[in-house]
């Protein structure tokens, strides 16, 4: 089965606890703070693996956590890290963040890594927390949670050269002639249903892969039939071959089928319809082919398309065809990428504010990312614990901006899942 699309829950390892403790031995009753820092939280990393074909796995299972780190120990002992879970995907997976689009990951080569959840920090032991003031520190922090989100795998194959056209033009046929690929052939429309790969080896040209890409139709750019599905795949190829039927023979106008289909792919994508493209007039062995071929050249080639008469039945003219993209293929960059638009920011991530302040009556919402660790690592039945939470969101400024929101005294602000009411 060709998966090539899935929607997967990732989640990286909490950080282990920093604890609290105290020196103790003989003769040593009150000795000072040793408590040992949490280890950190495994990753979640995505590694290419060339044995793998398709997204099939990740139906069934839809969730992967790594492991938290280890909290602390009594004498300056920190716990131990976790390891990474490792998550093996197809070569082409495009990695994107279900809630913002954002592609996180682009793994295109054979071994390529990316991290695309982090592990959380583990927390300090109660040993960092000394001051001259304070020399018996009776708290610690709590390890930062790990990220989590959805992801959206998408898979676009690899190939040098790409066959598209209308379905039953021949492409399936004409990629069982060119390699030792066996699509499933038959004379009705949507036989392939999806991609095939073959790969095409001739004396004197270097080899190369060459992928048949379902039938399109009119339309496809909005996701009609399987549109979307068999449009991603043609992104990743360097050449395309576009495969008509100049026989005519059901009755369809090889010109107007040619430029339906360019126009779908400028729809779907500009960068995508500039792809260069040579075009392969199949069904030459058909009647009617040789007039018709003329009418289709004078309307093609004058727009800077090579056209190449072929059978692929009869095998008629596929020598030149295949010649001719393997001398392409050596002018044009070994890598394509296309983002799907102009403005989508590929492999960074945007800088998030430490946190944001809003107002619903008389209650002031804090939230963040920053200010979310905070509250996890706070004890608020210790003192001490709650003095340094308290210096922490001074230092960070949301005191400040909650005067400047026109915070009162007695006004209720909530801090994520705790609440406490403001006093000056």
């Known amino acids: 089965m060709f998966i090539d ?23 040593k009753p009150s000795g000072g703070p040793d408590g040992g820092d949490g280890g950190n939280g495994g990753d979640v990393v995505f590694v290419v693996d060339e044995g793998s074909r398709t997204l099939a796995d990740f139906r069934y299972k839809r969730h992967y956590k790594a492991d938290a780190g280890q909290d602390g120990g009594a004498a300056n002992c920190t716990g131990r890290s976790a390891e990474d879970l490792i998550v093996k995907v197809p070569q082409g997976t495009v990695v994107k963040d279900e809630e913002t689009g954002r592609i996180i990951a682009d793994l295109t080569k054979p071994g390529q890594t990316a991290i695309i959840a982090k592990g959380g920090r583990g927390g300090k032991g109660n040993q960092h927390f000394a001051t001259p003031t304070r020399q018996i520190p009776s708290f610690a922090k709590a390890g930062d949670q790990g990220d989590e989100k959805w992801v959206l795998l998408e898979l676009k194959l ?45 004396p004197g040209i270097d080899s190369f892969v060459i992928a048949d890409i379902p039938g399109l139709i009119e339309g496809a750019h909005a996701g009609t039939g399987l549109g979307h599905e068999f449009l991603r795949h043609v992104e990743r190829t360097k050449l395309l071959i576009h495969v008509v039927d100049i026989s005519a023979t059901e009755y369809r106008d090889p010109v107007e089928d040619f430029k339906i289909i360019n126009e779908e792919l400028r729809k779907y994508n500009q960068q995508l319809s500039e792809r260069p493209q040579i075009v392969a007039a199949n069904k030459m062995d058909v009647t009617g082919a040789e007039d018709n071929l003329k009418k289709f050249r004078d309307a093609i080639e004058p727009l800077g398309y090579r056209v190449f008469p072929i059978s692929a039945a009869s095998k008629q003219g596929i020598k030149d065809l295949i010649y001719a993209a393997a001398e392409m293929l050596k002018t044009i960059p070994d890598s394509i990428l296309i983002s799907e638009t102009e403005t989508e920011v590929v492999y960074t991530a945007e800088e998030e504010k430490p946190f944001e302040i809003r107002r619903e009556n008389n209650t002031f919402i804090v939230e963040g990312k920053w200010i979310k660790k905070l509250v996890a690592s706070t004890n608020f039945g210790n003192y001490e614990s709650l003095q340094y939470f308290q210096r922490a969101i001074k230092k960070k400024g949301i005191v400040d901006e909650l005067e400047k929101l026109g915070v009162n005294e007695g006004d209720t602000v909530k801090v994520h899942d705790w609440e406490f009411e403001y006093m000056r």
């Not at 790409?162 to 038959?186: C, D, E, H, Q, Y």
């Open 5 to 27: 699309s899935a929607r997967i829950y990732i989640k990286a390892g909490d950080g282990g606890n920093g604890v609290v403790s105290f020196h103790r031995e003989k003769y």
């Open 158 to 202: 690899l190939a040098d050269v790409g066959l598209l056209g209308f379905p039953n033009v021949g492409k399936s046929t004409l990629l069982s002639v060119v390699s030792a690929a066996k699509p499933k052939i038959a004379d009705y429309h949507f036989t392939t249903i999806e991609p095939n790969l073959g790969v095409v080896s001739m």
